[in-house]
T-cell receptor, first 111, second 111 residues
Framework: DAMVIQNPRYQVTQFGKPVTLSCSQTLNHNVMYWYQQKSSQAPKLLFHYYDKDFNNEADTPDNFQSRRPNTSFCFLDIRSPGLGDAAMYLC??????????FGDGTRLSIL | QKEVEQNSGPLSVPEGAIASLNCTYSDRVSQSFFWYRQYSGKSPELIMSIYSNGDKEDGRFTAQLNKASQYVSLLIRDSQPSDSATYLCAVKTLGFNKFYFGSGTKLNVKP
């Protein structure tokens, strides 16, 4: 049973057209994360939530925003996607002092 | 800046051999250590977690932790072609929510 679910698996958008990626979890974990991963690179943390407490990484572009309306759901909004934003976007969750569990990821392509 | 270092590889081993993957970390207060396997185009999958010095075994996998040397390793016994993937090392400090990833070691197991 999938515990961290990301939708869609593949997303194609046009240069500059806003896009939203979604993540849901059935684990009731406090912490949710968004990572960007490009080919042959480590996952790069964009931001994370501890409950509703939002934590942005210093080098996350302003173009990236996030929302967590409740424990189960978290969204990544890219306001004006550029070609450099094409990547795999990974959502993960963790409980208190527990390992992270990743969703299957969303592969974002920019036309 | 917390750093996690891995040899990028590729590490090539013949089928049936032992694969040894290494990871060093810079932050002495790191207390939780994780190994993830990532197949090409897929999301990271947790293989092992280790919290105390010494060895932890799970099937063909053994994680080894030496906090004094700030070193964690993963041994894969009886390597199979299906083990060919990138292995990510991640570290975390107790009570904090961020995970720090290495850039991963690519493992090729040759039939």
């Amino acid at each position: 049973d999938a515990m961290v679910i990301q939708n869609p698996r593949y997303q194609v958008t046009q240069f500059g057209k806003p896009v939203t990626l979604s993540c849901s979890q059935t684990l009731n974990h406090n912490v949710m994360y968004w990572y960007q991963q490009k080919s042959s690179q480590a996952p790069k943390l964009l931001f994370h939530y501890y409950d509703k407490d939002f934590n942005n990484e210093a080098d996350t572009p302003d173009n990236f925003q996030s929302r967590r309306p409740n424990t189960s759901f978290c969204f990544l909004d890219i306001r004006s996607p550029g070609l450099g934003d094409a990547a795999m976007y990974l959502c993960a969750t963790s409980g208190q002092d527990q390992p992270q569990h990743f969703g299957d990821g969303t592969r974002l392509s920019i036309l | 800046q917390k750093e996690v270092e891995q040899n990028s590889g590729p590490l090539s081993v013949p089928e049936g051999a032992i694969a040894s993957l290494n990871c060093t970390y810079s932050d002495r207060v790191s207390q939780s250590f994780f190994w993830y396997r990532q197949y090409s185009g897929k999301s990271p999958e947790l293989i092992m977690s280790i919290y105390s010095n010494g060895d932890k075994e799970d099937g063909r996998f053994t994680a080894q932790l030496n906090k004094a040397s700030q070193y964690v390793s993963l041994l894969i016994r009886d390597s199979q072609p299906s083990d060919s993937a990138t292995y990510l090392c991640a570290v975390k400090t107790l009570g904090f929510n961020k995970f720090y990833f290495g850039s991963g070691t690519k493992l090729n197991v040759k039939p």
